[in-house]
């Protein structure tokens, strides 16, 4: 006679045995790296396929400029940083001032970040925009428009060179850091402004340019997504 394990009949008062489900795939939570939002690493990057020959060798010209001001800007906020903290633990640990060198380095590492922050800014292309007016004018009026801004800028930067210019002649003082290559002084720290503005000039030039290739050969480049503030 045959039991239940060899498939025979099963007794009346016996219940079923359970059917043959595959057993369900183990939940795993999910990595909270991951699910956060997307960094810029992951994000797609923007490319620009419609870019021409002259297009591509001014922006590659563009992205080195911004990849030695970013640069020099990692060295200076970390020459800030580690000077002043030096100084502050100098004199409440040690109760030792430092002299007044580190005065230069924070001072003018400070008005020097400012100033090349707006370069790396424009060569981001986020220094001006206007997007209250963009949202209502189509892809190729945008196009215009960006030409228009940056003209303006560049404008704007004519009159940073010559104040600038003005200030380093009529600056005052007479310390100077003397350092192994060069020395700072306050004209030094000054003339920052001016070179400053120059560079945001030369950056809206090549953005310029491309975007009146652009318009030349009747394409458009991609944009950037909108925000909905």
Same mark, same amino acid.
């Given at each position: 006679?045959?039991?239940?394990?060899? $498939?025979?009949? =099963?007794?009346?008062?016996?219940?079923? #045995? !359970?059917?043959?489900?595959?057993?369900?795939?183990?939940?795993?939570? !999910?990595?909270?790296?991951?699910? %956060?939002?997307?960094?810029?690493?992951?994000?797609?990057?923007?490319?620009?396929?419609?870019?021409?020959?002259?297009?591509?060798?001014?922006? =590659?010209?563009?992205?080195?400029?911004?990849?030695? #001001?970013?640069?020099?800007?990692?060295? *200076?906020?970390?020459?800030?940083?580690?000077?002043?903290? %030096?100084?502050?633990?100098?004199?409440?640990?040690?109760?030792?001032?430092?002299? @007044?060198?580190?005065?230069?380095?924070?001072?003018?590492?400070?008005?020097?970040?400012?100033?090349?922050?707006?370069?790396?800014?424009?060569?981001?292309?986020?220094?001006?925009?206007?997007? *209250?007016?963009? @949202?209502?004018?189509?892809?190729?009026?945008?196009?215009?428009?960006?030409?228009?801004?940056?003209?303006?800028? /560049?404008? /704007? %930067?004519?009159?940073?060179?010559?104040?600038?210019?003005?200030? @380093?002649?009529?600056? $005052?003082?007479? #310390?100077?850091?003397? &350092?192994?290559?060069? =020395?700072?002084?306050?004209?030094? /720290?000054?003339?920052?402004?001016?070179?400053?503005?120059?560079?945001?000039?030369?950056?809206?030039?090549?953005? &310029?340019? /491309?975007?009146? #290739?652009?318009?030349?050969?009747? =394409?458009?480049?991609?944009?950037?997504? @909108?925000?909905?503030?």
């Amino acid at each position: 006679m045959s039991g239940p394990a060899d $498939g025979g009949d =099963k007794p009346a008062d016996q219940p079923p #045995e !359970p059917l043959d489900v595959p057993p369900t795939r183990k939940y795993e939570a !999910p990595d909270a790296s991951a699910a %956060a939002a997307p960094s810029a690493s992951t994000a797609p990057a923007l490319t620009f396929p419609d870019d021409g020959a002259f297009a591509a060798g001014v922006r =590659k010209l563009d992205n080195l400029l911004g990849a030695a #001001e970013q640069a020099l800007l990692f060295v *200076l906020l970390s020459a800030v940083v580690l000077v002043a903290a %030096a100084a502050a633990l100098s004199d409440k640990l040690a109760h030792h001032q430092l002299g @007044r060198w580190w005065h230069y380095i924070v001072r003018g590492g400070t008005f020097s970040i400012a100033m090349f922050g707006a370069v790396f800014a424009s060569f981001q292309q986020r220094h001006l925009a206007m997007d *209250l007016v963009s @949202r209502r004018l189509s892809p190729r009026g945008r196009l215009v428009l960006a030409v228009l801004l940056e003209l303006f800028t /560049i404008g /704007i %930067a004519c009159f940073v060179i010559q104040s600038g210019l003005h200030q @380093r002649e009529v600056v $005052g003082g007479q #310390e100077s850091l003397d &350092l192994v290559l060069f =020395k700072i002084t306050d004209k030094t /720290i000054v003339s920052t402004m001016p070179l400053g503005a120059a560079l945001i000039i030369l950056h809206c030039l090549l953005h &310029l340019s /491309i975007n009146v #290739e652009y318009l030349v050969r009747g =394409k458009l480049p991609p944009e950037r997504a @909108r925000s909905g503030h």
